[in-house]
């Protein structure tokens, strides 16, 4: 018999990738889900290659493996929300379809990763995109394309602001149940929230930093905490572009590359001074008692 009394937290379940450097993928959903005392399952649609620098190459997991990992995590689990990312193959994409029309989850955030923004490897085939187009999105809570695959995604080019509303519309349109365009790239950063036939734009403040390897899926995974502890999506979008400005405000440099945002920034803690620390509980450190005279 269990002596555990405490209630759980949300359970929250990530679908994507896996980044050898932690700065995206299931490794930034994980951390992400944490920071919002959300507690984070992964199933992992591949294995990359990549470091900051980028993605070197891409290994899809079998879809049938996908599949078990699905399967195996909603038998033993209530899980709250689901943020699907990359998912490397139609196969995959497939399978991750039919495992929502099995289980029928209160919110589920589609990061819709079609090419890594760092290299030129490509995370999803062009089966999968297709299959992404016409199928899994209208499965989804809400998607989160940024503007490069909106304009995939809608066939259209998407360039301003303007360009990010249609595109929203047109998704939506397309059978999008609500849609987040985003443009952390634009001069004046914005992302367009679309639910039904409006498109409003939600601005931001600009971070000078070049460390943010991982903010799409940060955001996305923000969105679907904030989702699981009951916010509405317009309240979601805004406290979750707040978590991902100071995420990228508090990041730091690792490797050569665009290093990762700090998705754990509200755990840091400073280290004692030089020469100072804790004296235990029980009784003065001996390098700490008085010398016998």
Request: charged share 15%.
């Amino acid at each position: 018999m269990s002596n555990h009394t405490n209630s759980h937290p949300p359970i929250l379940l990530t679908i994507a990738g896996f980044d050898p450097s932690c700065g995206a993928g299931v490794a930034a959903d994980l951390k992400t889900f944490a920071a919002h005392n959300c507690y984070g399952v992964a199933a992992v649609t591949a294995l990359t290659v990549q470091s900051t620098q980028g993605v070197a190459s891409v290994h899809p997991t079998p879809a049938a493996t996908l599949r078990a990992q699905l399967d195996a995590l909603a038998s033993d689990l209530t899980i709250a929300a689901v943020k699907i990312g990359m998912l490397g193959n139609k196969a995959n994409a497939v399978a991750v379809a039919e495992f929502l029309d099995k289980n029928k989850f209160p919110h589920v955030v589609l990061d819709p990763v079609v090419k890594s923004s760092a290299g030129s490897a490509e995370l999803l085939d062009a089966g999968g995109i297709k299959f992404l187009r016409e199928e899994l999105m209208k499965r989804a809570s809400v998607i989160t394309p940024n503007m490069d695959e909106a304009a995939l995604l809608a066939g259209m080019e998407v360039k301003d602001l303007n360009g990010m509303k249609a595109a929203a519309l047109k998704l939506v349109e397309m059978g999008a149940k609500a849609v987040i365009v985003t443009g952390g790239h634009l001069e004046k950063p914005a992302d367009v929230l679309c639910e039904g036939t409006e498109a409003n734009p939600f601005g931001g403040d600009h971070v000078k930093s070049e460390n943010t390897h991982g903010s799409g899926c940060t955001l996305s995974s923000a969105v679907a905490a904030q989702l699981a502890l009951g916010q509405q999506l317009r309240e979601a979008l805004i406290l979750a572009k707040a978590y991902v400005f100071k995420a990228i405000e508090k990041s730091y440099s690792i490797g050569k590359g665009a290093g990762p945002v700090n998705q754990l920034y509200r755990f840091h803690q400073e280290p004692p001074a030089r020469g100072v620390h804790e004296v235990p509980q029980h009784g003065m450190h001996p390098a700490a008692e008085p010398a016998a005279t």
